[in-house]
């Protein structure tokens, strides 16, 4: 990938990271997808590479492309333009039944009119697989997810989360190089949410089968994956490990999206300080664009004494402490800026205490807008 | 009976005493549709299952019981043969609107897009037009010096204008498939419209081919609608009177015919009670067979 | 890569769903065209346009009495039929009886009888307590099975709408029958409409049933079935295309009605809770329960 060719966005993907295993399983190469009679793409210029064994997250809000992206992969609609690989292999132009490659709906898609251990069973019969080893495996398969037992029901006799197991069930089954999941915790609750975030990141470490999925929720993500993809309006806007995109964000949109951050505006001279508004800068690199925001999360902000020292410290005034419970949150105003940052709930401070803040060069991550810098 | 109060948006629970006038209340509330059911329903079946055990004399009704009419009815060579007759007939029709509407039904739902509705309603449309200009635009297209006709002499391909075309059985067929085509086709259209699209997806991600799809999914759940939009053809159909009347000629009478003859000609009600009792029972019988066949237990949410 | 072979299936069923919208349309164009055709005898090829079948139509008295007879026929067979499937319908959403199920059933048997049987079963019980054919018993025949067609679609309606409004309303203090009055009936009136004109169509184009019970002066199919049978003139092809086209714009308007669009709105679209939903299937539910 050159960083010179492509949308605005794609020269903000950064070359992907060493893989783990050196493999890729899914490779989209600029792809897009205009549906017909529709005037913007809903995925737009996506190069991505899933290794091996990786549980890949695909993050964004409702409508950023990201069930259109999983789509294709799956192959239940092509491009318009652009190449999907599996594991090497051109599969651009295969329908879906000819790729290794399987899917957990999001609302689930169980055959309404076969019992939980037919509707498991069905890949294989388009896998000349045998009548034991099939009773063998569907056994298997409802043991990992925890459904034994439950082999003669029909899929309206089980709850959600039930259904969901029995759709993970059939996705594992063939053994596939890949497993897409696109939202499989959207429609259940909270506690069974978590519940199955942990079932679900457990079962793919022990069958080591990559997993592609695609979630709007970014605790999610974050806690799932092993690297996730950030989408927005059908673009990525960056993929990388969840540490990295929570503390390295790339764009105003992934600071924004993914936890609480200070986005301040900022500009360059050419002396190469920065400002922003009255508050002179200093960060680890001089930024290569002279405007600019920049995101500074509010848990590296450091308070009172711990400030001192910092490459950015500054006097300011509390102008609001909000308790959560486990920590609590203040609202800091620092010549005409106003900061969120965080203190231990124990810390008692009245608004209008004057407070020095201070936060490290390394805090100071530089975002853009890509919309702005749009040709 | 649990429920507390008559309208059942109400949960109150009433004390036992009160429970015989509350059921006594929703009795006389309910008592229009129970009237309705009476007269309507009960009291005109009734009347006729009588008159079918009566006899006709001389054009005056005899009141004794008897059941000569269903002895002579089912013996006699003509209404057993046409009874078999019609029975085929209707099947005949039902089973070829069926084998029209399905596949037609799978194509618009699946291959449409956003001209789906629209090219629905277009088969629903012809459903709205007079009943009899539907069967009757036959008489014009297959008759002698009909359109068809014409249009074969003038194109060359035949010298003499074809009679057999009009007036048989397979004018009936053709006449009873057409007006039934529409019935089927709703019927089956709701169903795969229900389906999510999700199952085809799901079972082109197991590895299904379309036709694997179809035959192992899509199939078994609009099977049962398949099976109401052709026991809805057979109903309309099996009583059907206009239709061979018009277009039917001599080989193409049916059993409706015959009734419309004991009614009106030969003046022999009883006679014609019992006919109708037969159609009406074995329509019944057939129905209730066809319906083991719409049996299913899957639930589509 | 999509098969030669798959391509082929594909055109194959395209040219076949073609094939079938000619079927199911060549003869009502048929008929169209021939109620403009300059010539006694329905053959090919065309001998002129002519509109005499309709300057025919316009002065066949005969004709004329049949239309009229027919359009007092269906108004009040549909006035009753109303009425009554609105009772039905609210007795079946309502109250709570024993043996509900089959009761339900019972109802609507009527529309769901072979036409004829319907027919003979009404003449013999007429013929039973001395009523003679004619008008009273052609209204009685047609509003057996439009009533539980207009039951059937107000009963859909009535399961769409939200309980809570008429909770609300009776929380507020107004009774049942004003609760009925101000809340329920407003709220399935669209539905009524619509009902009113498929009942309508129904009635007026109804041969099965009338002609068993009808008397000395027909309606207009039963007039035309008699032409039909004892000399035929091209006229009838313009009756029908006159009434297909009626038929047609009243189904259009019920559809509408049906599919919840509105004109315009006289309260603020935030005071009114939606009261018609949307449902493009209800369109199609207009002809499910129509039978010859
Ligand atoms: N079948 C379709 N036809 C037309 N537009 C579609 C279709 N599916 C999705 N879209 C549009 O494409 C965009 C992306 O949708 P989607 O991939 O479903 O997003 P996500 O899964 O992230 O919510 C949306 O604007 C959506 O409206
Ligand atoms: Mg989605």
């Known amino acids: 990938m050159s960083p010179d060719v492509g949308s605005p966005v794609g020269d903000l993907v950064p070359p992907d990271r060493v893989s783990r295993s050196g493999r890729s399983v899914v490779e989209l190469v600029g792809v897009s997808k205009v549906y017909p009679n529709t005037r913007d793409a809903a995925v737009a210029d996506v190069t991505l590479t899933v290794e091996e064994g990786e549980f890949f997250a695909l993050l964004g809000p409702s409508g950023s492309g990201k069930t259109t992206t999983l789509r294709m992969i799956a192959g239940f609609e092509r491009p318009t333009v652009g190449c999907v690989r599996l594991a090497g292999r051109d599969v651009t132009k295969l329908p879906p039944y000819k790729r290794d490659v399987n899917t957990v709906f999001q609302n689930y898609a169980l055959f309404p009119h076969m019992r939980v251990a037919d509707n498991v069973a069905y890949p294989l019969k388009f896998r000349s697989v045998g009548k034991a080893e099939t009773a063998s495996r569907v056994s298997e398969a409802l043991d990992r997810v925890g459904m034994t037992g439950f082999e003669r029901r029909l899929p309206h006799q089980l709850s959600g989360g039930q259904r969901q197991r029995v759709a993970l069930a059939r996705a594992l089954i063939s053994r596939p190089a890949l497993v897409l999941l696109d939202e499989p915790l959207g429609a259940l609750d909270l506690k069974l949410r978590q519940s199955m975030q942990l079932m679900l990141k457990r079962l793919q470490r022990e069958v080591g089968i990559t997993f592609v999925y695609v979630t709007h929720d970014q605790g999610e993500a974050l806690a799932m994956s092993d690297r996730l993809a950030v989408m927005h309006d059908g673009r990525i806007h960056q993929t990388g490990a969840p540490d990295e995109v929570y503390f390295r964000p790339k764009t105003t949109f992934v600071a924004s999206f993914i936890g609480k951050t200070n986005l301040v505006d900022a500009e360059r001279d050419a002396t190469g300080a920065v400002r922003a508004g009255g508050l002179a800068l200093r960060l680890a690199t001089t930024p290569a664009a002279e405007q600019f925001k920049v995101s500074i999360r509010p848990e590296s902000i450091l308070l009172a004494e711990a400030a001192e020292g910092a490459a950015n410290t500054f006097d300011g005034i509390v102008r609001e402490t909000i308790f959560l419970g486990s920590e609590r949150e203040l609202i800091v105003e620092v010549s005409g800026q106003t900061l969120l940052a965080k203190a231990a709930s124990n810390v008692v401070l009245e608004a209008g205490t004057p407070i020095r803040v201070g936060w490290p060069a390394e805090a100071c991550v530089v975002v853009v807008d890509p919309a702005e810098q749009a040709p | ?122 088969v629903v449309v012809p459903l709205w037009v007079s009943y009899l200009m539907r069967v009757f635009a036959w008489k014009i297209i297959l008759g002698e010096k009909g359109v068809l006709n014409g249009l074969l002499q003038q194109a060359g391909v035949i010298d003499h204008p074809i009679k057999a075309l009009l007036y048989s059985k397979v004018t009936v067929i053709l006449t009873l498939t057409y007006v039934a085509v529409p019935y089927v086709f709703l019927s089956i259209f709701t169903a795969l419209e229900r389906l999510p699209t999700a199952l085809y997806d799901a079972a082109g991600d197991c590895g299904a081919s379309e036709w694997s799809t179809f035959r192992d999914i899509i199939w078994p759940l609009s099977r049962p609608a398949a099976v109401i939009g052709f026991a809805i053809a057979f109903v309309i159909t099996f009583g059907d009177y206009v239709t061979p009347a018009l277009v039917g000629g001599l080989q193409g009478t049916m059993l409706g015919s015959i009734i419309l003859q004991e009614f009106g000609t030969a003046n022999n009600w009883p006679l014609g009670a019992a006919i109708a009792m037969v159609i009406l029972v074995v329509s019944f019988v057939f129905l209730g067979a066809v319906s083991l066949l719409a049996r299913t237990e899957a639930v589509i949410d | 890569m999509t098969s030669v072979a798959s391509r082929a299936w594909s055109s194959l069923f395209v040219i076949g769903a073609a094939v079938v919208y000619v079927f199911l349309y060549a003869p009502l164009v048929v008929t169209a065209v021939f109620s403009f055709n300059n010539s006694d005898i329905q053959t090919l090829p065309f001998s002129g346009f002519t509109t005499v079948w309709y300057e025919d139509l316009a002065n066949d008295v005969q004709m004329r009495e049949a239309l009229l007879y027919s359009f007092k026929v269906a108004a009040l067979s549909v006035a009753l039929a109303a009425t009554l499937g609105t009772v039905l319908a609210l007795i079946l959403d309502r109250v709570a009886i024993r043996g509900k199920g089959v009761l339900s059933a019972a109802v609507v048997v009527p529309a769901v009888l072979p036409g004829m049987v319907l027919a003979l079963s009404l003449l013999m019980m007429f013929r039973y307590i001395g009523v003679s054919p004619g008008f009273t018993t052609i209204v009685v025949g047609h509003m057996s099975f439009i009533a539980p067609i207009v039951m059937f679609l107000i009963l859909s309606r009535l399961r769409q709408l939200d309980p809570s409004l008429e909770q609300a309303s009776m929380d507020c203090g107004a009774g049942r029958l004003r609760t009925f009055w101000h809340v329920t009936l407003p709220s399935i009136r669209v539905t009524v409409i619509a009902a009113c004109l498929l009942g309508f169509t129904l009635s007026f184009d109804e ?38 086209a009626v038929s047609l714009v009243l189904i259009v308007l019920a559809a509408v009605l049906l599919s919840g669009w509105r004109p315009h709105r006289r309260n603020a679209p935030t005071s009114a809770p939606p009261i018609e939903q949307p449902a493009q299937t209800n369109v199609l539910a207009l002809t499910y329960e129509r039978t010859p």
Do not use: C, D
Request: aromatic residues 10%; charged residues 10%.
């Open chain 3, 207 to 244: 041969i099965t049933v009338t002609f068993f019970l009808s008397g000395v002066q027909p309606t207009l199919p039963v007039h035309v079935w008699t032409l039909l049978r004892f000399g035929f003139t091209p006229e009838v092809n313009a009756v029908f295309t006159l009434i297909a």
């Open chain 2, 1 to 122: 009976m649990s429920a507390a109060s008559e309208w059942s948006g109400g949960a109150i629970e009433e004390p036992l005493g009160e429970r015989a006038k509350a059921a006594g209340i929703r009795v006389g509330l309910a008592s229009p549709a129970l009237l309705w059911v009476l007269l309507i329903v009960l009291i005109p079946n009734a009347i006729m299952l009588l008159y079918s055990f009566w006899t006709n004399g001389l054009g005056t009704i005899i009141q004794e019981f008897t059941t000569k009419n269903y002895s002579q009815a089912l013996q006699s060579n003509v209404v057993r043969a046409l009874l078999q007759r019609t029975f085929l007939i209707a099947v005949a029709a039902s089973l070829i609107a069926t084998a029209i509407a399905y596949p037609l039904a799978y194509l618009i739902v699946r291959r449409a897009g956003r001209y789906k509705l629209p090219l629905a309603l277009l």
